[in-house]
């Protein structure tokens, strides 16, 4: 199975502030055949499913806000926000889809403001 | 607009079963592998299990092989997760998913719908 390890496990930003998220995968999500991470972001918020924002380690999901963005690749990846707002208060997952199964998360990172 | 509702969710003591159902609506539901996913209380993401677009290919996780059957119903867009054998580690919300776009299997993919989610409790 790949692991998925997330860090910091949570962090306290001010609003306007750059927040970074980090993902590191036990092995390389990256697939020589199409040169594509199988990596995804999600944020979830108090009493709510999870909601994509971020496929193929950096594409942003429609109608997700530019401040989210991904990067990163092989088994590296970051999360950023680059100016917090009150909204972007929730948890967040990074998640792999790269191996046939079974499919794993990151233990999740909760972001607050400071 | 993509909806995913789930049902069948409760109380159950261990050992018992349960049958949760997730009826889907908004797309085109055969052309998408769906799953679940669960979250113990305040824990993190689980997946559990995984069926195709057309039905034909499952996977589970190791914590619920065996006990946990996924199955889907194309004409009527409900898809299904029999639960037996319940354990206290059971207990969660779980989630069902679909997944972004068309890829043969299931599991190549991230999601882009959930459910709402549906409350599962096993305790005696």
């Known amino acids: 199975d790949i692991v998925m390890t997330q860090s910091p496990d949570s962090l306290a930003m001010s609003l306007g502030e750059r927040a970074t998220i980090n993902c590191k995968s036990s092995q390389s999500v990256l697939s020589s055949s199409n040169n594509k991470n199988y990596l995804a972001w999600y944020q979830q918020k108090p009493g709510q499913p999870p909601k994509l924002l971020i496929y193929w380690a950096s594409i942003r999901e429609s109608g997700v806000p530019d401040r989210f963005s991904g990067s990163g690749s092989g088994t590296d990846f970051t999360l950023t926000i680059s100016s917090l707002q009150a909204e972007d208060v929730a948890v967040y997952y990074c998640?792999?889809?790269?191996?046939?199964?079974?499919?794993?998360f990151g233990g999740g990172t909760k972001v607050e403001i400071k | 607009e993509v909806q995913l509702l789930e049902s069948g969710g409760g109380l159950v003591q261990p050992g018992g079963s349960l049958r949760l159902t997730c009826a889907a609506s908004?797309?085109?539901?055969?052309?998408?592998?769906v799953s679940w996913v669960r979250q113990a209380p305040g824990k993190g993401l689980e997946w559990v299990s995984a069926?195709?677009?057309?039905?034909?290919?499952?996977n589970y996780a190791d914590s619920v092989k065996g006990r946990f059957t996924i199955s889907r119903d194309n004409s009527r867009n409900t898809f299904y997760l029999q639960m037996n054998s319940l354990r206290d580690e059971d207990t969660a919300i779980y989630y069902c998913?679909?997944?972004?776009?068309?890829?043969?299997?299931?599991?190549?993919?991230?999601?882009?719908?959930w459910g709402q989610g549906i409350l599962v409790t096993v305790s005696s």
């Open positions: 908004g797309f085109t539901f055969s052309n998408h592998a």
């Open positions: 069926i195709s677009g057309s039905g034909d290919g499952t």
């Open positions: 998640q792999q889809y790269y191996s046939n199964l079974p499919l794993t």
């Open positions: 998913a679909k997944e972004l776009g068309f890829c043969s299997g299931a599991g190549c993919l991230p999601f882009d719908y």
